[in-house]
C-alpha cells in the first residue's frame, strides 16, 4: 500500500498516490486552451477542450501525436519489430525487404548521422522475394533470425484492432495504460490494439469516488491468485538449488499483473499470436469467468509480444514458472470425457488450450533446452491428455444454421473442442516437419470434423453468425479428416473430392499437408508398411489438385489471411521435395535422416538447397 504523507489516504497503486497528491499542492497538469480552465488529469482536459470548441465555434485541438519517438527503420516501424539501425538493417536484409530511414530522417535529421553508413550484414542463401519458393520457410527456419519467425508483429498490422469489453474494468483503469504502455513498447500507440476509446465521461466527475465494480474485482482477485500460484510453484521448482535463478519476486510481479496491464495484453494476443493459434473464442471471452491457466497463458502471449517490441523481457524464469504450473493444472485433469451441450468452454478445456499456447509461446525464444522439455516432455502430456478425453472424436451435434443467443453459445462450445483437435493436430505436425519429432498423433486418430471458416468462428455475436451461416448453407458438408485423408489416398477417389473442394478453406488445407507430412515421415521411417512413399505422392497431387482447381478462391483468402495456413503452398513444395529425395536416403541431407533435433538448421539448410539447387556442393 502506498499511503499519503498529508491526509494518511492509502493507495494500492503509486500511480494513484501522485495522482491524488496533486489535490494536495494545487498543481495543474493541463489547462483549456478556449477558457484557460486548469485540470489536474492530462486526459480530462482533452475532453473538455473538445467541448469547449464546440461551445466558441472553434476547431478541435490538434491531436497529440501518440507512442514515443520512432528508433527504428521504416518497415521496422510499421511492423513494430526491433531494429539495430544498420544499413539495411538486419530484419529488413533477412527478410529481403527495401530498408529506409526516409520518414525518420525527414522529422529528425539530426538523428541521421550514426549507423547509416556502416557496412550492411552478408547476405544469406536462399530466396530474397515474397513471389519465390520457400520465401517463408527460408526465413522461418533460418538460425540468425531471433525473434518474430512466424511474423507476428506483420501478423497484428493486419488484423483487425481489438480490445475487451470496457465492462470488464474499473473505469478508472482504461484511462492508465496510455501512460503504462510506454514501459513495454517503444513507439506504440494505445489506440492500435483498442477499437472504441474509453467512453466519455463529464470532465467535472471525478473519478476517485467511484466504486470498483464486482467484475473489476474478480479480475483483481484471480490476479492476485495467479500472482501467489506462480510464487508457490516458483518455489517449489528450487531453481535456487541448481544456481539457476532466484525465485519470482512479489514485487515485479505485482508491477505486471494488473489490471491494466491485463486489458491491453489480452488484446495484444487477440490481435497477433492468436491468428495462430486460434483456439480460443475472442467474442465471448470472459477474463473474469476463464480459468487461471488459460488467463495466465493470453496475458503472457500478449505481453511477450508487447515487451518484445521494446527490448525489455519479461522477469527471469517467468515463462517457465508458468509452464510448470499450467502442467501441473494439466495433469490434475480428470479423465472423464466432457459433455456435450455446454454453453461455455469447461475449465478442462481451457487448461488444455493453456497449455496449448504456452507450449506455443516457449518455441519462440529458440532456446535448445526449452524445446527439448517441451518437445519430449510437454506435447506428449497434452496430445494423451486430449486423447484420453476423446477431444480427437470432436463432431458437432448441431447443423450450421440460424440459432439465437443461447444456441450459438452451444454450437461456438462444439466447435471449440474441433478447433482443440485441429490445432493440436498441426502443434504436432509441426514438431515432425521441423524437428524430425516421431507424430504423437496419427491421422487416422482424427475422426472430429474439420473446423470452420475463421469469418465465422470470429463472428461478434448470433446476429452476425447468422448472416454469415445463412451464405454457406448451400456448402457441401465434409467427412471427418480421417476420412477426408482416406480418400486423398485412393486412386479412385476423384468424384468424391471434387464434391468435397468446395467447401474447403486455408485452414482445412494446412490440416491436410500437416497430415501428409505426418504419413511421409513414417513411411520412410519404415513405420507404415502399408503406405508406400509412393501413395503419399499421390495424395500430394490430389491436394495440389484441389488447390489449383481453387486458385482464384486461394489467391484472394491467402491475400486476407491471417497466420500460418496462408503458407500451406510452400508446405507441399516442401513434401514433394522431401518425398523425391526419400529413396536416396537423404543424398547427404541431415534432415532425410529422421533423427530428431531441437534446432532449425537441418531443415533449413535443406531449404535452401531445393530452392537455389545451383548453389548445392
Known sequence: ????????????????????????????????????????KQE??????????????????????????????????????????????????????QCSFKEQLATSPEDSNSEIGSPSPPLLRGPRNKDEPFFFLSHFTDPSVKEDRLAIAETAKRSIKRSLDPLYFHPEDLLFPIDLMSNYMAGFSVADLFLQPPPTMNEQFDMSFLSESACATRISTKLSDIMIELVETSRSMELVSVGQQNPLDTTELTSLLSVPNLSIFISAFFQSLHWHLPIVHFPTFDPGMVSNPLLLAIFLAGATYASSQDGKPLATGLLDVAEEYIFRQLANLSATPSPTGFTHPLPTLEVIQGALIIEMLQFGPGETGT????????????????????????????????CDDATWRAVIAEEV????????????????????????????????????SSALFEA??????????????????????????????????????????RSLVGEHFLILIYAMHSLAFQARSGLFGWISTNTIKRAAENWRGIWDSLAG??????????????????????????LDRASGRGMGSRYLENAATDDLENLNDFIRNIATPDKTQ
Not at 377 to 402: D, E, N, W, Y
Open 1 to 40: 500500500m502506498f499511503q499519503c504523507s498529508q491526509c494518511n489516504k492509502s493507495y494500492q497503486r503509486r500511480s494513484h498516490l501522485l495522482r491524488h497528491e496533486v489535490t494536495h499542492t494545487g498543481a495543474s497538469s493541463s489547462s483549456c486552451p478556449f477558457c484557460n480552465k486548469s485540470f489536474l
Open 44 to 97: 480530462v482536459a482533452r475532453r473538455h477542450s473538445k467541448i469547449c470548441a464546440r461551445k466558441h465555434n472553434q476547431p478541435p485541438p490538434a491531436a497529440a501525436k501518440p507512442g514515443r519517438k520512432k528508433q527504428s527503420c521504416d518497415e521496422c516501424f510499421s511492423a513494430k519489430a526491433a531494429c539495430d539501425r544498420k544499413a539495411p538493417c538486419s530484419r529488413c536484409n533477412s527478410l529481403g525487404k
Open 371 to 402: 524445446r527439448r522439455r517441451i518437445r519430449i516432455i510437454r506435447h506428449p502430456c497434452v496430445m494423451s491428455t486430449i486423447r484420453s478425453l476423446g477431444i480427437f472424436q470432436s463432431k458437432r451435434g448441431m447443423a450450421l444454421g440460424a
Open 417 to 452: 473442442c474441433v478447433r482443440i483437435a485441429c490445432w493440436a493436430f498441426l502443434a504436432d505436425g509441426f514438431l515432425t516437419v521441423c524437428f524430425n519429432n516421431h507424430p504423437a498423433l496419427s491421422i487416422f486418430e482424427m475422426d472430429c470434423d474439420f473446423p470452420w
Open 460 to 501: 461478434e455475436n448470433a446476429s452476425s453468425f447468422n448472416e454469415i451461416a445463412l451464405a454457406n448453407t448451400s456448402v457441401c458438408p465434409l467427412p471427418s479428416l480421417r476420412d477426408f485423408i482416406t480418400r486423398l489416398l485412393d486412386e479412385n477417389a476423384t468424384g468424391d473430392l471434387v464434391q468435397w473442394s
Open 553 to 578: 478462391i486461394m489467391a484472394k483468402e491467402k491475400a486476407q489471411q491471417l497466420g500460418y495456413p496462408k503458407h500451406a503452398e510452400e508446405l507441399w513444395l516442401l513434401l514433394t521435395a522431401t
